[in-house]
């Protein structure tokens, strides 16, 4: 066996690499070729390469208002402050914010072929867009408050965005823009107050109030003297303003608020569609529904612990029952747009979302089961058919929310269908009884849409319903699918106006037909 060679350091250090000519060229020479090879190419890379590749401009968008979307040749790129490349040539550019006057204009860029890696061509555009709507970008202001404040209390990792204030602010950026009248500002400063939950929420409020009560310069002395003046006029209307007013304070400073009288003064609201006139009737059919006579007098209301109110309520009629699956396929074979065939296309306009009377050609469907799955726009439908019905001088509507609520303490309703060992859906219209009234179902078996949209303080700014879009819209009464006593008769619940569940249905009430 030979014997086992032993690599030493010795050996190492005596060891020597020979490179081999390459077709005839000498070492030294080919290797000072191939490196300078790999200096261009790595010079290329970072000097001309990025300049050939991407040949053109970053180009910096702002605009006033801030937030606009910014689109290249008709394709949204990203809103406003942001850079954008664009390759070198004409584009078609355009900064569009809702309610203003887009900006639309084409313009050539060229570009940087050497180092646009380190230093590419830069370009500045500057948008400033004139509002066109003014009302409008207040209303959609408003209608994106109300929906953040269905959202639950901000956190350290979260916050409301300023939305009422930047809609303010926005208002009088072009100062040939007219203020708006004292009942627009007034309106919108209600409608803030119904909404404004929580201290975050009220701040916007308030700062978007003196923003249009001080036409866009509350920080002026003269600004501040119109910002009193604008907020006392708004508190001596409606002193539930004063709310918002405490929700934004300490603590120690909210109790010295709540303490003074102007505050806990109770206000007296009267609904604006109770029947005010004609003979009082134990009841009366309409179209196959049987309407009850709810006799007029006076209702607390406080709900959720919001600022409560005296309400005279003026006598109406409520149905007997939730609109049941008979009634409703009445409504439909006279109205055969609101077939179930239909629903892509009522769900296309925004009317009905993809639960449309989900289940209703399930086989053995009783007709005397509420019908459920409807949004509140086809409830709205079914009234205003109904309606056609009606006696001269009335009309069908669902309920107010003050309507449901005070027809439901006034005949003591309790018993209802509520959760039940095995129960898929809710039970025959009128079968749990009814109560002093004569009325069955306010509680329980199925959800019911009221016509009020949803703020956590409806008591306050009550002239402002249905001045600014809403998110949501107020349901009453608890389902089938809630245990019993989780909800009672004053609880309320929303949902968004295109909502349809198993869980949901309605009924409608009879009311005085305005001249």
Sequence with gaps: ?????????????????????????????????????????????????PGLAGYGTLASFSSDPSGAAVAVDGSYRASTPCEIFLPAGNHGLEVAYPRFTSKKWTENHGG??????????????????????????????????????????????????????????????????????????????????????????????LRAGALLYSWGASASPAGALAVADGLLDAVGVEPGVLSVLERSLPADKAAELRAMPLYSRTPRLSPNDAIRSGPVFPALAIGGVRFIAVPAGEHTFAPDGALTATLSVDGFGI??????????????????????????????????????LAGWNEPGAAGSLPVTGVSRAAALAYCAWLS???????????????????????GSA????????????????????????????????????????????????????????????????????????????????SFPAGFCSPFLGFRAVLVHAEP
């Design 112 to 205: 940087r072929l050497l180092f646009s890696l380190f230093l590419p061509k830069r370009s500045s555009v500057e948008a400033e867009l004139v509002l066109a709507d003014p009302s409008g970008l207040l209303a959609d202001a408003q209608a994106e408050f109300a929906s953040w404040s269905l959202v639950g209390k901000p956190s350290p990792s979260y916050q409301f965005p300023m939305v009422l204030s930047d809609a303010a602010a926005a208002r009088f950026a072009d100062p040939a823009i007219q203020a708006p009248p004292t009942r627009e500002r007034r309106m919108f400063l209600y409608a803030a107050a119904r909404n404004a939950l929580y201290p975050e929420s009220a701040r916007d409020a």
């Design 388 to 410: 056609g019905s009606a006696p001269a001088g009335y009309r069908v509507a669902l309920p107010s929310e003050i309507q449901w609520e005070y027809a439901a303490v006034k």
């Design 319 to 356: 149905a007997a029952t939730e609109t049941t699956r008979d009634q409703y396929s009445r409504f439909i074979k006279a109205n055969p747009a609101w077939a179930p065939v239909g629903a892509d296309s009522l769900r296309k306009a925004g009317l009905v979302d993809k639960g449309y």
């Design 414 to 493: 309790s018993a209802g269908v509520f959760a039940a060992s095995g129960s898929k859906g809710p039970s025959p219209a009128g079968s749990a009884g009814v109560d002093k009234l004569g009325i069955a179902d306010l509680p329980g078996n199925v959800w019911e849409w009221c016509d009020d949209p949803f703020t956590h303080f409806p008591t306050v700014g009550a002239e402002a319903a249905g001045a600014f879009p809403a998110a949501e819209f107020v349901v009453r009464g608890g389902s089938w699918a809630n245990p019993k006593g989780s909800v009672g008769v004053r609880d309320r619940g």
């Design 1 to 49: 066996m030979a014997e086992e060679k032993h690599i030493t350091q010795e050996d190492i250090d005596r060891a020597e690499v020979h490179l081999r000519p390459l077709a005839g060229i000498p070492p030294g020479t080919w290797v000072m070729v191939v490196f300078g090879f790999l200096v261009a190419a790595i010079l290329f890379a970072l000097i001309v390469l």
